[in-house]
């Protein structure tokens, strides 16, 4: 992010999150035009959004982080990397970016701009699982930056396609994400009232793993100089 200011940060994420947004989106509606099997649907909304993440980590990272997710931004603000001031801003072009990408996908399929969901998505195993997939991300993000950081961005679009299917919930952890899925009632959707469930558990996962990470990426100098001392 060096060298870049906030209001270039800041359409780097309302146009990363907007892409996003619209594949997830748009796959979803061309996956059930083109069949009825819900389980090849879901397969064809996998690939596109671990390969539309991939891409858009590694053309925007460099600008702002390519965060593209309050939780996300959350554990970078807790833990001193996005300044405290800019989290705000960070949401607030999430969410937007997040919308705009919902409105343009019903645009390319000719729907209705705005379709509110019906998309039944609630219970504890739904909120279990998003604080899972959230909890994975976060350490996906954590440890790819610690050890392999020119790897993220595939590192990233693997594990969200590996956890649309892992997951009862398929995976939203992004609560921006959430906020754009219940704009449209199509194959992506959540119902508006499920969504406070989505948001508690995708952040507590994010915080978990945040947590947990920042202790065990932190080796101890002196297990390091035992260890030395053995050999």
Known sequence: MAGFDLTRRLVAETLGTAMLVATVVGSGIMATSLTQDVGLALLGNTLATGAILAVLITVLGPISGAHFNPAVSLVFAMSRVLPKRDFGGYVLAQVAGGVVGTLAAHLMFDLPLIELSSRVRTGGAQWFSEGVAT????????????????????????????????????????????????????????????????????????????????????PRASSTVSSEAKL
């Open 135 to 218: 909890f994975g991300l976060v350490a996906t993000i954590l440890a790819g930056i610690k050890f392999e950081q020119k790897a993220v961005p595939w590192l990233v679009g693997l594990y969200i396609t590996a956890a649309y299917w892992f997951t009862a919930s398929t995976s939203f952890a992004n609560p921006a994400v959430a906020l754009a899925r219940s704009l449209t009632n199509t194959f992506s959707g959540i119902r508006p009232v499920d969504l406070p469930g989505f948001w508690v558990a995708e952040i507590a996962g994010a915080v978990a793993a945040l947590i947990l990470f920042t202790w065990l990426l932190q």
